[in-house]
């Protein structure tokens, strides 16, 4: 079975700077994998996704994530986080649709 | 844009009672799903509903849940007999689509809390 390995948390960036929050995944087959994002009292609202295409994926709001086989990782990254973006991350890999499984989840908080 | 919308954003019960928490899917979307979040646990999947009937359920998903499309629009989540580990945060979700290319879009949750 599949799951996801979220290794931060928490991160603690500075407006401006990079963000990287990291995932590792565990599957059997071909995975597709997903970063949602969830402020405080909204719903989950997905970030971007990689389902066997090209492994670099671009998302909105500047975010992106590389899918790195021999890795195992899907990890997310900014080059300038912005106050907007505090906010909850999930990492969640699927091997099919009804079987979506989330990482714990990391906490980003932006400081000015 | 269209979103799934969820009430109650918060509801309190007792013990032992039924509750039903609503969503509203987004209008085209043909599958749902329900998710919960128990405090401070990952996301969970429990069940998805196609076609007026369930395609996949969890274990987490026994006898005490049900699911019901009672109109064109609502997707309800009814729990019979509430227990104090009911308590969690539950998501819904719609998809347009059943593949791995179709993505799910999630309510803002409701917060249920047994007493």
């Known amino acids: 079975a599949q799951s996801v390995t979220q290794l931060d948390s928490h991160v603690s960036v500075s407006e401006g700077t990079p963000v990287l929050l990291r995932c590792n995944y565990s599957?059997?087959?071909?995975?597709?994998l997903f970063w949602y994002v969830q402020h405080p009292n909204k719903g989950l609202q997905l970030l971007l996704k990689?389902?066997?295409?090209?492994?670099l994926v671009k998302g909105i709001n500047g975010f992106e994530a590389e899918f790195k086989k021999s890795e195992t990782s899907f990890h997310l990254t900014k080059p300038s986080a912005h106050m907007s973006d505090a906010a909850e991350y999930f990492c969640?890999?699927?091997?099919?649709?009804?079987?979506?499984?989330f990482g714990a989840g990391t906490r980003l908080t932006v400081k000015p | 844009e269209p979103e799934v919308t969820q009430t109650p954003s918060h509801q309190v019960t007792q013990m032992g009672q039924e509750v039903i928490l609503r969503c509203v899917p987004i209008?085209?979307?043909?599958?749902f799903y329900w998710y919960r979040q128990i405090l401070g646990q990952k996301v969970e999947f429990l069940v998805s509903?196609?076609?007026?009937?369930?395609?996949?359920k969890s274990e987490i998903f026994d006898d005490q849940f049900s699911v019901e499309r009672p109109d064109g629009s609502n997707f309800t989540l009814k729990i019979r007999s509430t227990k104090l580990e009911d308590s969690a945060m539950y998501f819904c979700?719609?998809?347009?689509?059943?593949?791995?290319?179709?993505?799910?879009?999630f309510g803002p949750g409701t917060r249920l809390l047994v007493l």
């Open positions: 979700a719609s998809s347009e689509g059943w593949d791995l290319k179709e993505t799910q879009y």
């Open positions: 599957s059997s087959y071909s995975p597709s």
């Open positions: 990689y389902t066997s295409a090209a492994t």
């Open positions: 969640v890999v699927s091997d099919n649709n009804n079987d979506m499984r």
């Open positions: 209008s085209n979307h043909l599958y």
């Open positions: 509903f196609y076609n007026n009937e369930i395609s996949e």
